[in-house]
């Protein structure tokens, strides 16, 4: 749930690079905040101590957090191909939001990763 405002913020500095009013697919973008929310409220114990639970609960947990990856891959997509084609400049605030999609991409990637454990 932390993460929903940093979701703006950088939706709104890319419409801010490419000077566009909208991020490429802006309905997909807001389901995928809705399920986003949604779902994070359903696994708040993934962020627990998980090892106690029995192995139902563990599997609740696990398919959640996975099922989490998939609206999030597509926010994802969506800020890349609002920045793929257009004429870019290295300054500060592109090289933030490059940054931030990567960090987020690679913690996703090690969160799906240890969803398993």
């Given at each position: 749930i932390l993460i929903l405002p940093a979701f703006g913020i950088i939706s709104i500095s890319?419409?801010?690079?490419i000077g566009k009013n909208k991020v490429f697919g802006p309905l997909g973008m807001i389901f995928a905040i809705f399920s986003i929310a949604l779902v994070g409220c359903l696994v708040w114990a993934h962020h627990m101590y998980v090892i106690?639970?029995?192995?139902?609960?563990?599997t609740y947990y696990m398919s959640a957090t996975m099922i989490i990856a998939i609206p999030t891959?597509?926010?994802v997509y969506s800020w890349l191909?609002?920045?793929?084609?257009f004429f870019f400049k290295m300054n500060?605030?592109?090289i933030w939001v490059l940054g931030f999609i990567f960090m987020f991409t690679m913690g996703g990637l090690t969160g799906l990763i240890l969803s398993n454990c």
């Open positions: 890319i419409m801010k690079l106690g639970l029995d192995i139902d609960s563990r891959g597509i926010k191909l609002s920045i793929f084609g500060s605030l592109f």
